[in-house]
DNA sequence: GTCTATATTTTGATAGAC
DNA sequence: GTCTATCAAAATATAGAC
């Protein structure tokens, strides 16, 4: 139950380091987030938090996994996702400005082929694209969607939209209404004939 | 019709650079990019670029402009936006991976707020949403969208898909078709009673 | 585990010759 | 208009003491 002793501080400390990682992350991006300004935050000198995490990548990577997790499972990060849980996510997001800032960044950044994120998102969007278009063939069978629309198709746009929502939100948070918009295109889907 | 002979070698010149900026930025985004880089693959030195372009900002905002008037009037971009432009933008972005990742990399950065580019995407979202709301307003007087539907989140809808879109594109090209996922959405807007 | 000190690299920008 | 040379300021990462 209690972490062996001689390990329950180090423990505390890299929790405090990645705490003070992601407000950095979220707010600079990877490359303006200077490791020496993380570690000035969480306490301790530069060279203290490379003990912790000998790169900045792998500080980096590590807070991200964090961030998936907050949306489920610590363990596996693969629980069943739904539209629902999509729409509930966003609602949440509008809390957590800094999260929703981190993902945006990240998730730019990776599209460079050499990024060190980039397997990760393309797993992070197979996974989310899979488990939406599950969802969606679910719903046709039970008749709430029309069997015409095309269920990868469906999956992708609800993706699409929630990020497209979260890049016009962070830049015009009173221009948009996030969860409210993807409401509204959840009602076109199950609307449609 | 031609540009006065002392100038002409300069004129050129700046063309180069920014044809070079735009692929860096592009790869790199804004702060990976770095002048010496450009100037190498113009063909020149670092100072010798910024004698044309006097420092990063400076060129990376001239490169921002340019990207934008591809998809219309160079002289104002003021030009008349529609539903029917969005979506032959994204056909036409299918063809320079280049250009979209320089939007996305550069609309992710300009989140924060200290960025250069914020207000540059601010206004030209703005701008966007509201050429398209009037689209949509349009249509509706015509018929051929619901007058249930509120212009501004549809407006908002579109740009966000557009946007969303092309980030899953350039993580996974085969696994995602911009244009044909855009006029799903569009079929669902004006399918919808 | 954490520190100080430092090596190394890279960056944006400037000065001044040609 | 372009160059070489250089500055000053960061950054990541490492070495070694405690």
Known sequence: MT?????????????EILAAALEHFARKGYDRASVRE???EA???????LHHFSTKEELFLEVLRRRD???????????VHSVD????????????????????????????????TRSF???RYDWLRGELRADIERRQ????????????DVASLLVAAADGL????????????????????????RKNA
Chains 1, 2 share one sequence.
Not at 3 to 15: D, M, Q, W
């Open 3 to 15: 972490e062996r002793g001689p390990y329950a501080k180090g423990v505390a400390k890299r929790e």
């Open 38 to 40: 993380i570690a000035r």
């Open 43 to 49: 306490g301790l000198s530069q060279a203290g938090l």
């Open 69 to 79: 997790d907050r949306d489920g499972d610590p363990e596996q990060h693969r629980h």
């Open 85 to 116: 849980h999509l729409i509930h996510a966003v609602e949440h997001n509008v809390d957590e400005p800094g999260l929703v800032r981190l993902f945006v960044s990240m998730s730019a950044e990776s599209v460079d082929e050499s990024s060190p």
């Open 121 to 123: 998102f393309e797993s």
């Open 141 to 152: 069978k039970g008749g709430e969607i029309s069997p015409d629309l095309d269920p990868d």
């Open 166 to 189: 979260q890049l016009q939100w962070l830049l015009q948070p009173d221009k948009v209404d996030m969860p409210n918009q993807l409401k509204v295109l959840w009602d076109l889907i």
